[in-house]
């Protein structure tokens, strides 16, 4: 059982992990279990659970104080939703790390770096345990961190991420959607970065996303970071590959 555990490694993943991990986590490990023995290269990391972002709240006595803060908002009074969401982090973000929990993080961070390299770089990316369901989608309302190295830059990073749970935007929507704010938890997934400096990033999608059509690759690149892909701040390049003659052998994508 993984419900008590501060730190799981990307490995140990499955989809029936999301409750402890988020969606994202989850698909990481289930990425890594499959693809990897098929040759494709993805990077190592671990997640610090949901179980570890209850756990801060709780050591650190914040849990009823969040409630408190909450306990008036107005999402249509822009200052009221801005000054509660600000309140909130603010507690999240100031609240100390338990010892156990610090060393759980920093542990496996010294994991990867025994694997990568010193002081290797690492993306520190929100999960939330409800990120895609049928009539609402919570992901991309929490923050994510790139290009962080070192202990200290990424204990930091953990609590903005942690304390993003509360950005103005995601306190909103839950309020709108009928989302009890504590009954939501964040993982955070902690995976080596990519050295996009030295090819290109994007997204790939396993269909049309226009038509739905499912022989059907679309792939989006840009030199660069993927967060300008995703964010739509570049105008990427894109390509259809047909799935059928790409199984018969024929590279659309030169190397």
Same mark, same amino acid.
């Given at each position: 059982?993984?419900?008590?555990?501060?730190?799981?490694?990307?490995? /140990?993943?499955?989809?029936?992990?999301?409750?402890?991990?988020?969606?994202?986590?989850?698909?990481?490990? /289930?990425?890594? =279990? !499959?693809?990897?023995?098929?040759?494709?290269?993805?990077?190592?990391?671990?997640?610090? $659970?949901?179980?570890?972002?209850?756990? &801060?709240? !709780?050591?650190?006595?914040?849990?009823?104080?969040?409630?408190?803060?909450?306990?008036?908002?107005? *999402?249509?009074?822009?200052?009221?939703?801005? #000054?509660?969401? =600000?309140? +909130?982090?603010?507690?999240?973000?100031?609240?100390?790390?338990?010892?156990? %929990?610090?060393?759980?993080?920093?542990?496996?961070?010294?994991? %990867?770096?025994?694997?990568?390299?010193?002081? $290797?770089?690492?993306?520190?990316?929100?999960?939330?345990?409800? !990120?895609? &369901?049928?009539?609402?989608?919570?992901?991309?309302?929490?923050? *994510?961190?790139?290009?962080?190295?070192? !202990?200290?830059?990424? &204990? /930091?990073?953990?609590?903005?991420?942690?304390?993003?749970?509360?950005?103005?935007?995601?306190?909103?929507?839950?309020?709108?959607?009928?989302?009890?704010?504590?009954?939501?938890?964040?993982?955070?997934?902690?995976?080596?970065?990519?050295?996009?400096?030295?090819?290109?990033?994007?997204?790939?999608?396993?269909? #049309? $996303? /226009?038509?739905?059509?499912?022989?059907?690759?679309?792939?989006?690149?840009?030199?660069?970071?993927?967060? *300008? +892909? +995703?964010?739509?701040?570049?105008?990427?390049?894109?390509?259809?590959?047909?799935?059928? *003659?790409?199984?018969?052998?024929? =590279?659309?994508?030169?190397?």
């Amino acid at each position: 059982m993984n419900d008590n555990k501060l730190v799981l490694w990307f490995d /140990e993943l499955q989809l029936a992990d999301i409750p402890q991990v988020g969606g994202k986590n989850a698909s990481l490990g /289930e990425m890594r =279990r !499959e693809l990897i023995p098929k040759g494709v290269s993805i990077p190592d990391g671990y997640a610090v $659970t949901a179980f570890a972002y209850r756990y &801060l709240l !709780e050591s650190a006595g914040i849990r009823d104080q969040i409630k408190a803060v909450l306990s008036d908002l107005d *999402t249509h009074d822009l200052q009221n939703l801005k #000054d509660r969401g =600000r309140k +909130v982090r603010e507690l999240i973000y100031n609240a100390p790390f338990p010892n156990d %929990l610090k060393a759980a993080i920093v542990g496996a961070y010294k994991k %990867l770096c025994d694997e990568y390299g010193e002081n $290797t770089d690492v993306a520190v990316r929100s999960s939330a345990t409800a !990120e895609d &369901l049928p009539d609402a989608s919570f992901a991309g309302q929490q923050e *994510t961190y790139l290009n962080i190295t070192g !202990e200290d830059a990424l &204990l /930091e990073a953990c609590k903005h991420c942690f304390a993003s749970l509360f950005t103005d935007r995601a306190i909103s929507y839950r309020f709108d959607k009928g989302f009890d704010h504590m009954s939501i938890a964040l993982s955070i997934g902690v995976q080596k970065m990519v050295r996009s400096d030295l090819a290109s990033s994007g997204v790939i999608f396993s269909i #049309d $996303t /226009e038509s739905g059509f499912k022989e059907a690759i679309l792939i989006t690149a840009a030199y660069g970071l993927g967060e *300008t +892909v +995703v964010q739509g701040t570049v105008n990427p390049d894109e390509f259809f590959v047909f799935k059928p *003659t790409l199984k018969q052998g024929h =590279r659309p994508i030169p190397p």
